[in-house]
Structure formats: C-alpha cells, structure tokens
C-alpha cells in the first residue's frame, strides 16, 4: 500500500515537471515570435519616424534625418554585436 503511495507521488511529480517545462517552452516559443513580429513590423517604419523625429530649422531636414537614421542603425549593430554573445553566456548557464 505505501509503495503504490511513494509510485502514485513520483508519477505526479514527473507529470508535474513534464508541465512545467511545457508551459516554460510555450512560453519561450511565445516570446520569440513576438519579438520577430515585432521587429519585422518597426523595420519599414524607422526611416519615416526619424525623419519625423528630425527637426531641423535649415533646408537640409532630409540629409538629418538620413545621418540620424545611419546613426540609429549603426547603434543597433553595435548593440548586437556586444549584446548577442553576452545574451549568449547567460543562456549556456
């Protein structure tokens, strides 16, 4: 009787953890996609809102906006490049 008691917890447990990394895959899966979603819908965006951004008193508003979207571009880049590998040490902990 107590041995069918230890096996009938044990299978709660397992089936208890099998749904916990369940739910933290969904998740994860749930997180990625809306950040790719997120990011494919800002890309097409970001020239017209640094132009929008980009108040200039002279004629030259659209040669600004161009060197401040350039700026903005390269920012991001370099983010990445530091960013990616150190997002990558914290996920092969």
Avoid at 16 to 36: E, G, M, P, Q
Avoid at 65 to 71: E, I, P, V
Wanted: charged share 15%; aromatic share 8%.
């Amino acid at each position: 009787s107590t041995s069918s008691t230890q096996s009938s917890k044990r299978n709660m447990s397992s089936h208890a953890k099998r749904r916990s990394a369940t739910i933290a895959l969904w998740v994860t899966y749930v997180n990625i996609v809306l950040y790719a979603l997120c990011y494919q819908l800002q890309r097409p965006v970001e020239p017209f809102l640094v132009a929008k951004l980009t108040t200039s008193g002279d004629g030259d508003a659209a040669q600004d906006a161009a060197m401040n979207y350039g700026r903005v571009q390269a920012f991001f880049s370099a983010i990445q490049t530091v960013g990616s590998p150190l997002v990558g040490i914290l996920l092969d902990r």
